[in-house]
T-cell receptor
Framework: GAVVSQHPSWVICKSGTSVKIECRSL??????MFWYRQFPKQSLMLMAT?????????EQGVEKDKFLINHASLTLSTLTVTSAHPEDSSFYIC????????????????FGPGTRLLVL | QKEVEQNSGPLSVPEGAIASLNCTYS??????FFWYRQYSGKSPELIMS????GDKEDGRFTAQLNKASQYVSLLIRDSQPSDSATYLC??????????FGAGTQVVVTP
């Protein structure tokens, strides 16, 4: 397997503040990481794809100026929710892409434990 | 039509029985397929991957893939209460992204 960490695991903030979430691949290098959001009783929704050293690719409907993504190293991607509002309260989960050894195309995604954001 | 279809459940399974989960997908270019387990309030955990047609067994789990039918399934043998969770089917689309189904909730009853 592989280990992906996220920090913080939960955060409560006031409306209008910014929140930064870190995602780290602990035992492998991840050129690509993904950020998802999940509301209660709903499926995972991909927000953006984070590529090391380049700009993130955002899914349709996701505001790139509100959800800032930085992937400065092969083991760290950050998501900053700027000017958070109560409707941004959700479960944010990152995943890291790992290429399977011995193959050139087989890969999988390992998820971090997630960050619960509550905006008051 | 959704890109990935799963029965939402809940699928109620007696302890010790076999749980059978189904998934169909629309992207014919998908080559890699994954099953994730998600406990309530937790993030998804990878339990199986399958890349070729046929069966792949790993412990009590068996994944089955039929690319011609665009169908992938997961069998859980000797179901335990700890298997109670939501199971997510995730084909990797032809453009590389994972497409997650809404998940099937499994409830194993003692």
């Amino acid at each position: 397997g592989a280990v992906v960490s996220q920090h913080p695991s939960w955060v409560i903030c006031k409306s209008g503040t910014s929140v930064k979430i870190e995602c780290r691949s602990l035992d492998f290098q991840a050129t690509t990481m993904f950020w998802y959001r999940q509301f209660p009783k709903q499926s995972l929704m991909l927000m953006a794809t984070s590529n090391e050293g380049s700009k993130a690719t955002y899914e349709q409907g996701v505001e790139k100026d509100k959800f800032l993504i930085n992937h400065a190293s092969l083991t760290l991607s950050t998501l900053t929710v700027t000017s958070a509002h109560p409707e941004d309260s959700s479960f944010y989960i990152c995943s890291a892409r790992k290429i399977l050894s011995g193959t050139s195309f087989q890969e999988t995604q390992y998820f971090g434990p997630g960050t619960r954001l509550l905006v008051l | 039509q959704k890109e990935v279809e799963q029965n939402s459940g809940p699928l109620s399974v007696p302890e010790g029985a076999i749980a059978s989960l189904n998934c169909t997908y629309s992207d014919r270019g998908s080559q890699s397929f994954f099953w994730y387990r998600q406990y309530s309030g937790k993030s998804p955990e990878l339990i199986m991957s399958i890349y070729s047609n046929g069966d792949k067994e790993d412990g009590r789990f068996t994944a089955q893939l039929n690319k011609a039918s665009q169908y992938v399934s997961l069998l859980i043998r000797d179901s335990q209460p700890s298997d109670s969770a939501t199971y997510l089917c995730a084909p990797q689309g032809s453009w590389g992204k994972f497409q997650f189904g809404a998940g099937t909730q499994v409830v194993v009853t003692p």
